[in-house]
């Protein structure tokens, strides 16, 4: 890997600087000067000259295996470790000091590993006594990983890389983290369910486990965040206006697609995003200038703007939009800026350090749906959704995370786009009815996802079949506005929304006040206007968020905490239509916990409840 390079080259410099020849031994004045010069050819990178030079010096001078050492590391630094092939088993460990005899075994590894002697560059990184110092820890472990690939323990080869993970930043542990992954789902489906499944949830391999299983196509029961402690906690005895985990960037850029049929979604998020900007002024909090970039709507148009905020010399970069834009800016060799995606990447990788992705999941409505059934006792559950992308995947993470809490699936029904007719659906699923036996519906209840129109034809046609189960959604049943007249049929449906279009969470702008301002703040595109706001209010807490787990930030869009990747996860509120018209349960914040990683859109529509997006 690249950081192996860049690491080796300071500590190269270092080492021939410093590098200690045993005390007995007394060096000549044209040794020294030799030795010097030699040590000036390695730090201008003239590895090749610095090698021959060590090696005339291990012929002349006073310590030929500390010499040939130096020799070898050059040539390693000049990509032809094979060059110390010749005399590299000739070095006499016992005449090496310090941490000269790790030094060697590292050498000796990597030259086993480019000869296909992975059984020998395990043993060598594998040893019981082994001790390096912390500059060749990284190197260690990746060496040993590279062995533990080659001789087929491709658990073990991923477990040392989850090791490295923390001590890694930028593209380096990017790459790392997709060669974690990549070990685990060659392992396959099976397997990896089995170890999930044996696991204690404090495992810090279950994380990499549930990724692994994600990208295999495997719907995963996540657990849920814990929220502890809200972010912002007034620090007593530092004044007034200082909070805890603020940290507000002095200069933000906004990247977003200006143009093009991300237009109307853009939009929203950027009224959204400085309505909270406005509003923050009111409580007195530090607002840097920022400045909107337009990507246009492509990878490069997002490559351009990114690079474009860098030069300007901003501290924060939020957005962009689409799943080939952030794809694009997590491919470049570095990303200098921090970087708080509004969408994640199309190859799925993990966010590297100074990266954070933010967003709405449909799956993340399903598993929360999941777990408010099963802590209401529904335990047995039948499904019926549409057979749009977004009901799909919330059926699977609903699935998932039900049968995790011990309930089941009875049945699972499909509604069509096309017909209003749902009586054959109905009927296939053999559910429980008013004139079958009345015990058999206390712990059963129906979980539906689907646009407004439809559910809106689904429940009476439930009733007329004499199913009178309680019914649980996502928030696409919700077109955002009060219809009392055409909501009238979902009577008694639960689902699960953000926070703001209902009013429920304290220190947030009014939403009807804002409404009656700006139509991006009514209907379906509300949810992508609480994300805007939400975007804007993370940016100061971003860093805290990541370094204190259970730590969270009351939000428009949901109660917002991060994973150990950087994905901010939501936690959302319950609602129930009374009346014809959704209100918040009790009145108040309720709220199930439950896991969300989240892209607002895709490349082509804007993920509002009518127009989910992701993977």
Not at 339 to 363: I, Q, R, T
Not at 493 to 517: H, K, M, T, Y
Not at 523 to 539: H, K
Request: charge should be negative.
């Amino acid at each position: 890997m690249r950081f192996t390079r860049a690491a080796g080259v300071a500590l190269l410099i270092s080492l021939a600087l410093t590098a200690c020849v045993p005390p007995t031994v007394e060096r000549s004045p044209a040794e020294i000067a030799a030795s010097q010069q030699a040590d000036a050819l390695q730090q201008q990178g003239k590895y090749d000259d610095a090698a021959q030079s060590y090696l005339a010096l291990a012929q002349t001078g006073s310590n030929r295996d500390h010499y040939q050492l130096l020799a070898a590391e050059a040539y390693r630094q000049e990509g032809q470790l094979e060059r110390a092939t010749p005399f590299i088993d000739t070095i006499r460990r016992q005449r090496l000091s310090g941490d000269e005899p790790s030094r060697l075994d590292l050498l000796q590894a990597e030259l086993a590993l480019k000869h296909n002697n992975a059984p020998r560059a395990l043993q060598l990184t594998t040893q019981p006594n082994i001790s390096v110092p912390p500059s060749l820890q990284l190197r260690l472990l990746e060496l040993r990983s590279q062995a533990m690939q080659q001789t087929g323990d491709l658990w073990g080869a991923a477990r040392t890389r989850v090791e490295m993970d923390g001590q890694l930043r930028g593209l380096d542990q990017a790459q790392n983290r997709k060669e974690i992954v990549t070990l685990l789902t060659q392992l396959g489906a099976d397997p990896l369910k089995q170890r999930a499944a044996a696991m204690q949830a404090s495992d810090r391999m279950l994380p990499w486990v549930n990724e692994a299983l994600s990208q295999l196509g495997v719907a995963v029961a996540r657990p849920a965040p814990t929220l502890e402690q809200e972010v912002g906690t007034m620090m007593p005895g530092e004044g007034a206006n200082v909070r805890e985990g603020f940290k507000m960037p002095a200069h933000v850029a906004l990247i977003l697609p200006a143009s093009g049929n991300l237009a109307a979604a853009s939009a929203a998020v950027a009224e959204g995003f400085f309505a909270a900007y406005a509003d923050s002024g009111r409580n007195h909090t530090p607002r840097p200038p920022v400045r909107v970039y337009d990507t246009g709507g492509t990878p490069a148009g997002a490559v351009k703007a990114y690079q474009q905020a860098v030069t300007d010399g901003v501290q924060l970069v939020i957005g962009p939009l689409t799943r080939g834009e952030v794809s694009a800016l997590f491919g470049l060799p570095q990303l200098p800026v921090a970087l708080l995606a509004l969408n994640h990447p199309d190859d799925k990788s993990l966010p590297a350090s100074g990266v954070s992705e933010f967003g709405l999941l449909p799956e993340t409505e399903g598993a929360q749906a999941a777990d408010h059934m099963a802590e209401g006792g529904l335990l047995n559950a039948y499904v019926i959704v549409s057979n749009d992308d977004f009901a799909q995947r919330a059926a699977k993470a609903f699935r998932a995370e039900l049968e995790s809490r011990g309930g089941k699936v009875a049945g699972m029904g499909n509604l069509a786009a096309s017909g209003v007719n749902y009586a054959s659906t109905i009927s296939g699923l053999g559910m429980p009815t008013d004139t079958g036996d009345a015990g058999a519906n206390n712990n059963t209840g129906v979980f539906i996802s689907m646009r407004p129109q439809q559910a809106r034809l689904l429940l009476p046609q439930l009733k007329l079949a004499r199913v009178n189960l309680p019914v649980i959604g996502t928030s696409h049943i919700y077109a955002g506005t009060d219809d009392a007249g055409a909501n009238r049929d979902l009577e008694g449906v639960e689902f699960c929304d953000a926070p703001w279009l209902f009013d429920v969470q304290p220190g947030l702008p009014n939403r009807s006040d804002i409404a009656a301002q700006l139509p991006t703040a009514r209907g379906t595109s509300a949810r992508l206007f609480a994300f805007g706001m939400d975007a804007w209010n993370l940016a100061p807490y971003l860093d805290w968020l990541r370094a204190h787990p259970g730590s969270y930030l009351p939000g428009a869009s949901g109660q917002l905490t991060a994973d150990q990747f950087g994905r901010i996860r939501r936690v959302l509120v319950w609602a129930r239509f009374q009346d014809g018209l959704a209100r918040p349960l009790n009145g108040s914040l309720q709220m199930d916990n439950a896991p969300a990683l989240a892209p607002p859109v895709d490349d082509k529509q804007p993920a509002t409840s009518d127009q989910p997006t992701g993977h």
